[in-house]
């Protein structure tokens, strides 16, 4: 554990942890964890991750629609491996073929893996009950895509490996993992249970391929964004997420030398901080092996200084310590210390959500750094 976590005499003790508590304090003095970050970072971490060189090959239009505001496309496209990625791209329906600055809006985790797009986007058909709770939530009740396109952009909504048309069929994973159907559980809340113990499976393969989970979902993302800047009507092309897809769009942000501008919503924390009990509530993407010894979370996030970055912090987050979001915004800070206007951090006493205001402060902060026209609202 390293020396500003831990008292003089015992080591603290660690939530989840307990009596083994000293393992931490260990492995920082043997293995040399959170180092300041050498030259070359983005480089070795996108090495140390596996990140894949994937492309989105044989791209099709599904279908089209349109409805209120907006024009609607679903999109797939062939990674090389599992069945198509479907996504969908939004633009204000009366865009035309105007070159609009693009967002790669990202879903979130969760804990629901049977949706993916469809938790912040509407295709024509409209979204689920178990959508709907979700957005409740965390969204206000809001598709934000959808909100973000017709405020003028080009919208890309993709899924990723492990949600909606990239999840993994029941029938292929281990019978321990699926579980049995149980009386008044429906199809997507029974999946969703078993994604969640297959995603540790997942996460072994990965890593015996010589890669990590979050190797391959930014290498999946790395595709989507490489496409939606390949369309002729987008410009510019920044993303956002929130919790593991403000995961997403970090890891984007350190890895995609053409993203112009980055906001990360409710998900940066030291790992150093996260050690005490906080570790369990998060994806298996956070933790890729071997990154504590490269670098501390942070460092990662603000690799691509002085690039525009939003970092968004829940003061009420339940499940983002405090001190390790603010030690994370410190560290970001030092990042961006010769181009100090690059880097926005906003405290804001909300929880770990993205609701209607931070989403209008997001909006904004989008417009301002992907527009020509310095953000004047569409409508």
């Given amino acids: 554990m390293p020396s500003d976590s831990a008292s003089a005499g015992e080591p603290r003790?660690?939530?989840?942890?307990g009596e083994f508590s000293a393992l931490a304090g260990i492995a920082a003095a043997q293995r040399g964890?959170?180092?300041?970050p050498g030259p070359g970072l983005r480089e070795r971490a996108r090495d140390l991750l596996g990140v894949l060189e994937l492309t989105a090959a044989d791209v099709r239009t599904e279908r089209t629609w349109k409805a209120g505001e907006l024009s609607g496309e679903e999109v797939s496209w062939d990674v090389g491996f599992g069945p198509r990625t479907r996504a969908y791209v939004l633009r204000p329906r009366e865009a035309g073929d105007a070159v609009l600055p693009g967002v790669l809006a990202?879903?979130?985790?969760?804990?629901?893996?049977?949706a993916g797009k469809e938790k912040i986007a509407d295709g024509p058909e409209g979204h689920s009950a178990e959508v709907a709770r979700l957005r409740t939530a965390l969204y206000d009740g809001r598709a934000w895509a959808g909100e973000l396109a017709a405020r003028g952009f080009t919208v890309l909504?993709?899924?990723?490996?492990?949600?909606?048309?990239?999840?993994?069929?029941?029938a292929d994973m281990p019978e321990n993992v699926r579980g049995n159907p149980e009386p008044g559980v429906g199809e997507a809340d029974r999946y969703d249970a078993a994604a969640a113990r297959h995603e540790h499976v997942l996460a072994k393969y990965c890593t015996v391929l010589g890669t990590s989970y979050a190797g391959v979902v930014a290498g999946e993302?790395?595709?989507?964004?490489?496409?939606l800047r390949s369309r002729p009507d987008t410009g510019p092309v920044g993303c956002a997420g929130?919790?593991?897809?403000?995961?997403?769009?970090?890891?984007?942000?350190?890895?995609?030398?053409g993203m112009a501008a980055v906001a990360v919503i409710a998900m940066v924390s030291s790992y150093r901080d996260l050690l005490d009990g906080y570790v369990a509530s998060h994806t298996w993407m956070l933790y890729p092996p071997g990154l504590s010894r490269l670098c501390d979370l942070p460092d990662l996030v603000a690799c691509a200084a002085p690039r525009p970055l939003l970092v968004w912090y829940g003061e009420r987050d339940a499940i983002l310590p405090a001190d390790g979001m603010r030690r994370a915004h410190a560290m970001i800070t030092a990042h961006y210390r010769r181009a100090p206007a690059g880097y926005t951090g906003v405290f804001a006493d909300t929880g770990?959500?993205?609701?209607?205001?931070a989403q209008e402060r997001v909006f904004g902060w989008l417009a301002r750094h992907l527009r020509a026209d310095g953000g004047v609202p569409w409508r």
């Fill in 13 to 17: 003790r660690l939530r989840h942890l």
């Fill in 33 to 36: 964890l959170f180092p300041p």
């Fill in 106 to 114: 990202l879903h979130c985790h969760a804990g629901m893996k049977w």
């Fill in 157 to 170: 909504v993709p899924d990723v490996l492990g949600w909606g048309s990239r999840r993994i069929p029941l």
């Fill in 221 to 227: 993302d790395l595709a989507a964004a490489a496409y």
């Fill in 242 to 257: 929130l919790s593991g897809g403000g995961l997403r769009a970090a890891l984007l942000g350190a890895f995609d030398p």
């Fill in 352 to 357: 770990h959500c993205f609701g209607i205001p």
